[in-house]
């Protein structure tokens, strides 16, 4: 039955441009905050929260940028390998230092080396645009170029396609013998050390492969933005990524799709309402659904399940 459902949810996701074509734009970046969305899902497993991850969805992002000015039409597929390449090093770096630090020490560090690059994008006006941001040109695919309406249909299929091979490859992680090492971080540090682990190991792996997700995600959200700015790395963007990932639900990689979905279809509906006031709409919206639905989104298939199926049962025991 888990398979029919995602069968016909992919089948949806990739026919929606024909059948909404006017929804094409919103869900390229819902597919593009999902990447970095996943990369906190991978590290909530083993316990920790990153209060950084926006540091790699700018590096993405700038990554595309500063190509364009080397390179006038840069290839797709050479930016997407350039910024793995860029956010994985990154990562391994500055994970090095982090990984060694549990709880709130791990997610104050990832906010300092996060606000530390805000600032010197900010600062470095002639290297990065200062807040102004920097222009990201439209890339090419082997050669072929896009008009304004193609790029926007291909920018949705890059972003679908890349959220659906990284969410297999998430999925995958966590079933392995490394990714389940990440639920002994969180559990039992000391039981992990027993059987021949690093906890620290464990962690920066999981680290570097939520750095790559992001990057992949700031990539996305850069293109179709066609700007780099300093408010990608702004704390309040990797506080929206943890959010998302608890709306969603941290039980299940699925989570992750669902709550980047709810969280901008309502953002983007409440903003169109009331211009000055629409974070008040998107905020006792998310509480309600938090207060209702503790475990996520995710877990209210299960929720109404129970609550019809008692419903029936008392309907039975009455008659």
């Known amino acids: 039955m888990q398979r029919l459902i995602l069968a016909a949810l992919l089948i949806a996701l990739f026919t929606l441009p024909f059948t909404f074509a006017s929804s094409v734009t919103i869900a390229t970046l819902i597919f593009a905050k999902a990447l970095a969305v996943l990369g906190i899902f991978v590290l909530l497993q083993a316990g920790q929260v990153s209060f950084g991850h926006g540091m790699f969805f700018a590096a993405g992002a700038y990554a595309a940028a500063y190509f364009g000015v080397v390179w006038r039409a840069p290839d797709l597929l050479v930016l997407t390998v350039a910024v793995i390449a860029i956010s994985g090093v990154s990562g391994l770096i500055i994970g090095l230092f982090v990984s060694r630090y549990r709880l709130i020490f791990f997610s ?10 805000f600032a010197l994008l900010e600062k470095l006006f002639h290297y990065t645009g200062g807040t102004d941001g920097m222009r990201i040109r439209r890339p090419s695919l082997m050669g072929y170029t896009f008009s304004r309406s193609d790029f926007d249909m291909a920018m949705f299929y890059y972003a679908l396609i890349l959220m659906v091979l990284c969410t297999g490859l998430v999925w995958l992680y966590l079933r392995s013998p490394l990714g389940q090492a990440l639920k ?4 039992n540090e000391t039981r992990l050390e027993y059987i021949g682990l690093s906890a620290n190991h464990t962690l920066l792996v999981a680290y570097v492969f939520s ?21 990608l790395t702004f704390w309040t963007r990797s506080g929206e990524f943890v959010f998302i990932a608890v709306l969603g639900g941290i ?31 998107l905020g006792i919206t998310l509480i309600a659904v938090i207060l209702t639905v503790p475990s996520g989104l995710i877990g209210l298939p299960a929720r109404l399940r129970a609550a019809f199926g008692g419903a029936r049962t008392n309907g039975k025991d009455k008659a």
């Open 184 to 187: 002994a971080v969180k559990v």
């Open 211 to 231: 750095a790559v997700l992001a990057g992949l995600g700031g990539l996305a959200f850069g293109l179709v933005q066609g700007l780099a700015t300093p408010d």
């Open 108 to 117: 104050m560090l990832n906010l300092a080396f996060s606000m530390v690059l």
């Open 251 to 281: 039980g299940s990689v699925f989570g992750v799709f669902a709550g980047t979905a709810v969280y901008e279809i309502v953002r983007f509906y409440a903003a169109a309402l009331l211009d000055d006031s629409w974070q008040l709409i």
